[in-house]
């Protein structure tokens, strides 16, 4: 994963623990780096690296993470990769890289990694789970939306929030009939 941290600087690197993730950071030649982010990257040890460009200039950073790609695919042709940025302006090299079997994917939030957000929602159902059996039952869709979002402290976005009622429903947990929700809760 390469961050463009000139552009997205962001506060959840928690979720891609695990080992699955290799992290290179992008950072100005100007640019400071948060002592929280720095924390939270150390947990990542050698999986994880600052690239401090040098010199400025438009698209100078962008640039520097081309150059890593094309570098690390070289090396190893069967990883992925992920930019996080919401610059769009990678999008035309994504494409191309697609085009040469170079699999790569723009998010602008590491949540929107599809893993991440898959690893995420389920564990997030567990949670909601364990929550609706020893409190509060919200008795409407829209009351448990809410709920969840305050649960994950808004973290959740609407259509994940979706995809967790969606489960919930899908393993029976809740039956959703005119909007009204009623319960089948593990004891």
Known sequence: MLVDFENVQPDNMQLLRGGLFKIKVFVGANQKIA???AKALQAFGSDAEYIQIE????NALDFHIAYYIGRLAAESADSFFHIISRD?????LI??????????????AVDEIPLVKMQATTGQIEVCIEKLSKGARPRTERTLAS?????????????QIATIIKE???????EITDG???YNLPS
């Open 35 to 37: 002592v929280d982010v």
């Open 55 to 58: 010199g400025n200039g438009k």
């Open 88 to 92: 769009t302006g990678f999008d035309p």
């Open 95 to 108: 494409k191309h890289l697609k085009e040469q079997k170079i699999l790569c994917r723009r998010s602008s």
């Open 147 to 159: 709920s969840i979002k305050v649960l994950f402290a808004g973290q959740p976005c609407e259509e």
């Open 168 to 174: 919930l429903q899908k393993r029976k947990v809740i």
């Open 180 to 182: 009204k929700i009623s």
